[in-house]
T-cell receptor, first 116, second 112 residues
């Protein structure tokens, strides 16, 4: 397994369009997280899945954002009616919910979204 | 509301010397803390962690210290190497591990 992968790596879209990002976690990892990172800031938590169940969602997350993790494997993050303020790096991370290492998250390379 | 703070945006250290990166948190429910390292165009990479039941954790050149009463943790890198030059983020979580809060990062430059 080569780690967490994210596609696409870059996405340029026009304001008002919908975009969807994909994250493929490390295969045995049952926890999956989405984060957003803007310039000069740390990753900001968006949502968390344990297997296929979405257990946490940031209160800051607009209803234009939705995430899924069908069958507890890959996950998608969709942003509807994009706005310029959505321009950011979207990071996915996964971890395994067993043992003492369950908090260690492995991050993907991110998807950079630019809304014009 | 920034629950995890890294007040030094940047730090420069000579190769071979000690690097000390600091992090403060406000939420007393946090009981697990992590440090991540990030190179440009890559996602953060896990470095070292500490549970609130400990006050020190060591892994090779990296040591994390936790002062619960001060709500403060620090990362020590000894000796610092040029390859350590990166942005370092601290992160915190409550025991569920369902949500993590990150600081704004400290950019470390190790000068050869």
């Amino acid at each position: 397994d080569t780690g967490v992968s994210q596609n696409p790596r870059h996405k340029i879209t026009k304001r008002g369009q919908n975009v969807t990002f994909r994250c493929d976690p490390i295969s045995e990892h049952n926890r999956l997280y989405w984060y957003r990172q803007t310039l000069g800031q740390g990753p900001e938590f968006l949502t968390y899945f344990q297997n296929e169940a979405q257990l946490e969602k940031s209160r800051l997350l607009s209803d234009r954002f939705s995430a899924e993790r069908p069958k507890g494997s890959f996950s998608t993050l969709e942003i509807q009616r994009t706005e310029q303020g959505d321009s950011a790096m979207y990071l996915c991370a996964s971890s395994i919910l067993t043992g003492t290492r369950s908090y260690e998250q492995y991050f993907g390379p991110g998807t950079r979204l630019t809304v014009t | 509301d920034q629950q995890v703070k890294q007040n030094s945006p940047s730090l420069s250290v000579q190769e071979g010397r000690i690097s000390i990166l600091n992090c403060d948190y406000t939420n007393s429910m946090f009981d697990y803390f992590l440090w991540y390292k990030k190179y440009p165009a890559e996602g953060p990479t896990f470095l070292i962690s500490i549970s609130s039941i400990k006050d020190k954790n060591e892994d090779g050149r990296f040591t994390v210290f936790l002062n619960k009463s001060a709500k403060h943790l620090s990362l020590h890198i000894v000796p610092s190497q040029p390859g350590d030059s990166a942005v370092y983020f601290c992160a915190a979580s409550a025991s569920t591990g369902n949500q993590f809060y990150f600081g704004t990062g400290t950019s470390l430059t190790v000068i050869p």
